[in-house]
């Protein structure tokens, strides 16, 4: 077919673009995604029986701030990166911050302890599981966002898979937080981090494979 | 510079809207473009330039909802054709793939390029192998002009499956030229 051909074919009844596809199909799948999440949480582990009791807590609220704010970062990053031309920008700093602030409290957190205590508080009661919890639980999420990826056009696919997989782990934090009894930031600062960076590692690694267009 | 964006954008934004005319406008001019571009940027395969041309143009259609109002049209085309470059450096695995296509937006509209080579891939062979309910869509709506409403009576589809076979299949009709490679 030749160049002039192509473009009478892509021109020809062209139709008026939706502008709100993407938005619509990013709703759909984070919903569908942080469902999936939700009931695969209260399956497996369960929601924490005290859970209207902490729910009074400030510290609870803090605990899930810190995947939630993580999420909407990388949601504003990797729309961004699906679009030709713009780069993550200031919505960076979204995805980073919650880390450093809850790795300062854990800090404070474990100064503040008596030197019997750290490694106690450090590990908290699930730290051999919790990691590995998050990522099962990013089992629904993790296709839901790669599936909203697709109607993007993303030019680092590599950067964009492992912002995917962190928006996906987030999400599955968030569901995960109604079930996990650790009440520690220092215990966040680390289990938790490496629940989140695992599915972004993954996304990274799959990203220019399912992600190329 | 400024002046050959603002004319692209402006044809490429009435195309969003659906005006044929001015996407096609668009499309001619960003083919020479291109064809500047790339002969400038891949001397040593001139015999790939067409072939380059033609997936840009479709990968262009393809991502035209993902351009933002606010931005350069010229840093949206230029990061799209860079994307498909770097691919194509990737895909023949050559030393040049070592070299990150950096050059700046002023300069991606510089040339134009009004003489097309051939193309080596045939667009219109893989567009045959496409399943029916893609490939009739774009027969009737893309290749003989027809309306929505009259290709959706004549294949027996519904309307919006219609526009989802043509979508998907230009989709899916870029999918297959990367895997030519």
Redesign the interface.
């Known amino acids: 077919m030749k160049t002039d051909d192509l473009i009478g074919l892509l021109s020809n009844q062209v139709t008026r673009v939706d502008r709100g596809a993407v938005a619509r199909r990013f709703t759909k799948a984070l919903l569908l995604g942080a469902l999936g999440s939700v009931v695969l949480m209260s399956i497996v582990f369960g929601v924490r029986p005290d859970l209207s009791i902490v729910a009074r807590t400030p510290v609870f609220w803090a605990k899930l701030a810190y995947p939630l704010v993580i999420a909407i970062g990388a949601l504003t990053v990797v729309t961004r990166l699906g679009h030709p031309g713009a780069r993550g920008g200031q919505a960076w700093l979204l995805v980073g911050l919650p880390f450093v602030a809850v790795w300062l409290a854990g800090a404070v957190v474990l100064e503040a302890a008596a030197p019997g205590e750290r490694l106690p508080t450090l590990l908290g009661h699930t730290w051999r599981t919790c990691p590995f919890n998050i990522v099962l639980l990013s089992a629904p999420t993790f296709p839901a966002v790669f599936w909203a990826m697709k109607s993007l056009a993303p030019t680092q696919p590599r950067r964009a898979g492992a912002v995917a997989g962190l928006l996906a782990s987030a999400i599955a934090t968030v569901a995960y937080c109604l079930h996990c009894p650790e009440m520690s930031p220092a215990f966040w600062s680390v289990w938790y981090a490496i629940g989140m960076i695992l599915p972004a590692g993954i996304g990274a690694w799959l990203g220019p494979k399912l992600l190329r267009w | 510079m400024q002046e050959a964006e603002n004319r692209l954008r402006a044809l490429f934004v009435a ?7 001015a ?2 406008g668009f ?2 001019a960003l ?1 020479r473009h291109l064809r500047g571009y790339l002969r400038r940027r891949i001397p040593q395969h001139r015999d790939d330039v ?1 072939d380059l ?2 997936e840009i ?3 262009v ?8 109002m606010d ?1 350069p049209l010229t ?2 085309l ?3 054709a ?2 498909k470059l770097m ?1 194509f450096f990737r895909s023949r695995a050559r030393r040049d793939s070592l070299n990150d296509p950096l050059d700046d937006h002023a300069e991606f509209l510089a040339v134009a390029d009004d003489e ?1 080579a051939q ?1 080596r891939h ?3 062979k893989l ?1 045959e192998d496409l399943p029916d309910k893609q490939r009739l869509p ?1 027969m009737h ?3 003989q ?4 409403t009259e290709t959706a009576r004549i294949t027996g589809l519904s309307e919006s499956a219609v ?1 989802v076979g ?1 979508h998907r299949g ?2 899916a009709l ?2 297959r030229i ?1 895997g030519l490679k």
């Open positions: 195309g969003l809207d659906g005006d044929q005319h996407y096609r499309l001619e083919a067409e041309v033609q143009l479709l990968a259609h393809n991502a035209r909802h993902t351009y933002r931005e840093a949206w230029h990061a799209i860079r994307y691919d097309p193309a045939d667009i219109g567009l774009i709506m893309k290749l002009g027809l309306s929505v526009k043509v230009l989709k870029a999918a990367r």
